[in-house]
């Protein structure tokens, strides 16, 4: 059964004292939604997980991850952070392959897909962001670009470690721009992600895979985006920074 799940990736804002502020707040909204199945996880920066981990404790629907790590197990990497070192702190999911990642540092799918297996061998769930930029969707190679993500990034995986990981569609021209895909370019974007999953390792992997939309998502059109049948849940940005739009968000799952 997929798992419905709102993550909220903080990037690099937020001082600690604001952080542990808004973590609190949403602790508190979420306690009055008790009868809503979420998974709510947390993206803050690295420098903030270990306290928030702490103090998100007692909130069992919400777990805290981390926006990134190295592709290296251990070594002579300077400011790097290994999987290891997240999962000794509690850490239980880590973003691979975010949009400002693979253009702003250079990530391939190549180093995402050994970012999957690290955090795998470390059991931190992967969730794994695909999505084409605007260049890519006006010439019409969207589908190839989202296929190649998956087929190079995270399907050389067997079927029992691909069920551990979550998929995020972002389309790359929505982010921070205000634009968002259409409820029907959504869907058929996730629609199409959930057929090339099925292709690989079967209907019943297919189903069972959480895709969560992340491109410009709000507590204005969450609720239609949520609706449809192939999403399922999101991965918000500025909107998770503001804890009565990040908790509106969450009561917009169906």
Known sequence: MRKKI???NWKMNLLKEEA??????????????????VNVILFPPYLYINA????SNAESR???GAQNCSDKVSGAYTGEVSAAMLASLGCKYILVGHSERRSYYGETNQTCS????????????PIYCIGETLNE???????????????????HLNESDFSKCVIAYEPVWAI????TASADQAQEIHQFIRQTISSKYGNTAAENCSILYGGSCNDQNAKELFSLP??????????SLKSRSFTNIIKALP
């Open 52 to 55: 928030l981990i702490q103090q």
């Open 20 to 37: 542990q502020a808004l973590t609190a707040e949403l602790i508190g909204m979420i306690k009055d939604e008790e009868s809503r199945p």
């Open 230 to 239: 192939d999403v399922d849940g999101g991965l918000i940005g500025g909107a």
């Open 114 to 125: 050994t970012k999957i297996d690290l955090g795998l061998q470390n059991n931190i769930t």
């Open 176 to 179: 921070g721009t205000g634009k």
């Open 6 to 8: 709102i993550a909220g």
């Open 137 to 155: 969707r006006e010439s019409g190679i969207h589908f190839e670009v989202i296929k190649k993500q998956l087929e190079e990034g995270i399907f």
């Open 62 to 64: 919400i777990s805290i």
